[in-house]
C-alpha cells in the first residue's frame, strides 16, 4: 500500500503574495494540481475527494488556494481569471524546480476557466481537466450582482455583494467585472496545442467547449449539482481514469524510446 502524507506549503507568486497549499505526497515523480471555484478554498469538495483518490493510485497531488481566497494572501477579486492563472504559474513553477513532473491540471467552477487559460498561454502541461467551468462567462451575473448591474457600476464604480441576510461579502469594482466580460473562453480554447488533452464533466456549456478544443473528451455525470455533493467518487473516478490513462502513454512512449535507443545501439555495434 501507498506511503501517503500531507504537507503544508506556502509558494510566494509574481506580486510578492503568499499562496498556501496542501501537499498529499505519495513519493510520486508526477503530480497533479487542483484549483478551486469562485468564493471558494482548497478544503472544499471536490478538491479534497479528489487529492485523496490521486494519493491512494499512488498519484501526489496539490490543493491550493488563490490569493485572496482561504488561507492565502491578497485581497479577493471578483474577476481576476487572468490572475488566477499567474498564480497557477508560479506553483507550478516551484514544483518543477523540485524535479516534478506536472502530468494534470484540474479546475473545478472557475478554477475550470483558470486552467483552460493557463493553458492556453503557456501550453506545458500534457493534460489539463475542466470540471464544471462557464463557457459563456457574461451569463450567470446577474443572479448576483442583480438586474441593471451594468449601469448601477458605470455610476457608482462599484457594486457590494451581500448574502441573503443583507451581510456584506465581496465587492465587484468595474475594473474586476470588466475582467471577467473580456476574458475570451473561445480564444482560449482555441489556443490550446492539439496535444494536450481535456476533459470536462458536467456543466450547461460542457458543449461549447466541445467544439472548440481539440483532442476533448467530454464526459457528463448525470443528476450531479455544482459540487458533486451526491456523487463525489464517481467524479472522483473519471478523473482519476483519465490521469491513469496519460500516465500509461507517457510510459509506453517512454518504453518505446528506450526500445528504439537500444536497437540504435545494438545496429551501431553491429
Known amino acids: 500500500m501507498t506511503s501517503v502524507e500531507e504537507r503544508r506549503i506556502v509558494i510566494r507568486n509574481d506580486h510578492g503574495e503568499n499562496l498556501v497549499g496542501i501537499l498529499r505526497e505519495t513519493g510520486s515523480k508526477d503530480l497533479v494540481i487542483i484549483c478551486h471555484g469562485f468564493q471558494s478554498k482548497k478544503e472544499r469538495i471536490p478538491m479534497v475527494t479528489l487529492a485523496t483518490t490521486l494519493g491512494r493510485e499512488g ?24 490572475r488566477e492563472a499567474e498564480d497557477l504559474r508560479a506553483v507550478i513553477r516551484h514544483f518543477r524546480k523540485n524535479q516534478r513532473l506536472i502530468t494534470a491540471i484540474v479546475g473545478h467552477s472557475k478554477g475550470g476557466n483558470v486552467v483552460l487559460l493557463y493553458a492556453s498561454k503557456y501550453n506545458d502541461v500534457p493534460t489539463v481537466i475542466n470540471i464544471s467551468g462557464r463557457f459563456h462567462l457574461e451569463k450567470g451575473m446577474e443572479g448576483r450582482l442583480g438586474k441593471d448591474f451594468l449601469q448601477r457600476i458605470k455610476q457608482n464604480g462599484f457594486i457590494d455583494v451581500t448574502n441573503r441576510k443583507g451581510q456584506f461579502e465581496y465587492r465587484v469594482t468595474q475594473e474586476s467585472l470588466m475582467d471577467r466580460l473580456t476574458t475570451d473562453t473561445r480564444a482560449a480554447c482555441l489556443s490550446i ?31 450531479a449539482d455544482h459540487e458533486y455533493t451526491a ?3 464517481e467524479l472522483a ?6 490521469v491513469k490513462a496519460v500516465r500509461e502513454d507517457r510510459n509506453t512512449a517512454e518504453l518505446l524510446q528506450s526500445c528504439e535507443r537500444a536497437v540504435n545501439f545494438i545496429k551501431a555495434r553491429i
Open 59 to 82: 498519484i501526489s497531488a496539490f490543493r491550493f488556494d488563490f490569493a485572496g481566497n482561504g488561507e492565502s494572501e491578497g485581497s479577493f477579486m471578483y474577476g481576476n481569471y487572468r
Open 193 to 223: 496545442d492539439q496535444n494536450c488533452r481535456d476533459k470536462i464533466v458536467p456543466a450547461k456549456d460542457a458543449l461549447e467547449f466541445a467544439r472548440f478544443i481539440r483532442n476533448h473528451k467530454l464526459h457528463i455525470i448525470e443528476g
Open 231 to 233: 456523487h463525489q467518487d
Open 237 to 242: 473516478t473519471v478523473v482519476l481514469d483519465f
